[in-house]
């Protein structure tokens, strides 16, 4: 699908790779709506402020935004750490379920809005397509480390979705496809110790490096414009197969 035209809905799009992604479709010509809880948009991207956690709140912005919607970009997510147990007791489970709620259920939700939208789009191209969809998944989708249990499970069960949802749209002529990064550059981990961030980048094997926004962007934009490619989750990791655990969960 050529976005140049389109509507394009980006959760998490004023900051990260949500952010990078709005760039790049605002330079592919598409008419960009960021949806997040602060935060301000990329010039010439229009905003709403939602935290996509509630339904009700996504059934709201979606009401704001009128036309066809042809893209969306699931980008909006929260990190956590902590044990599932420790000799003190039970891991903390309210934080466990915020991060279910935001990574996983928040993805949920707008799919599900946005995906409804697109199934009334009229059919376009060769192959008539009616949309696309874009989750942001993890390598923690498949190799989850130690105090990573919620943001595995959320990212985990949103790759497993990813297939599952192609499937459910695939008669309506909507593509459903994923990206999982390795260790990125964004506001998320930017407060990440040097030391911590070295020990992470062991496990790549090239390039040894983080990951940069425009990059995911770049693989997006490519998901975007190729219809053949559909159900897909493609890693984005230079070949990084993460440790069990750090010295950093370790201490």
């Not at 992604?21 to 960009?32: C, Q």
């Not at 979606?62 to 044990?83: D, F, R, S």
């Not at 599900?112 to 969809?133: L, Q, S, V, Y």
Request: net charge negative; aromatic share 4%.
């Amino acid at each position: 699908m050529d976005p140049a035209g389109k509507v394009a809905i980006v959760t998490g799009g004023n900051s990260g790779l949500g952010e990078a992604t709005v760039l790049a479709l605002l330079k592919a010509g598409a008419e960009v709506v960021s949806l997040d809880v602060s935060g301000n948009a990329s010039d010439g991207a229009g905003f709403v402020a939602c935290d996509i956690s509630d339904p009700a709140a996504v059934s709201a912005a979606a009401a704001q935004i009128t036309g066809p919607v042809h893209i969306l970009v699931n980008c909006a997510g929260i990190g956590g750490m902590g044990p599932v147990a420790t000799e003190e007791g039970p891991g903390d489970m309210a934080a466990f379920g915020r991060v279910i709620d935001v990574n996983l259920m928040g993805a949920v939700h707008c799919t599900a809005a946005f995906a409804h939208r697109m199934i009334g789009n009229a059919p376009e191209g060769e192959d008539g397509e009616r949309g696309t969809i874009v989750n942001a998944c993890s390598i923690a989708s498949f190799e989850g480390q130690e105090g990573m249990g919620a943001y595995t499970a959320s990212k985990a069960a949103l790759a497993a979705l990813t297939l599952v949802w192609a499937r459910d749209l695939s008669r309506h002529a909507i593509r459903v496809n994923a990206i999982a990064p390795g260790f990125m550059e964004t506001p998320m981990v930017a407060g990440l110790p040097p030391e911590f961030v070295t020990e992470l980048l062991q496990g790549a094997e090239f390039p040894r490096r983080a990951g940069r926004a425009e990059e995911f962007a770049r693989v997006a934009d490519f998901i975007i414009r190729t219809p053949l490619l559909n159900g897909e989750v493609i890693r984005l990791d230079a070949a990084t197969r993460p440790p069990a655990r750090t010295q950093w969960s370790a201490g």
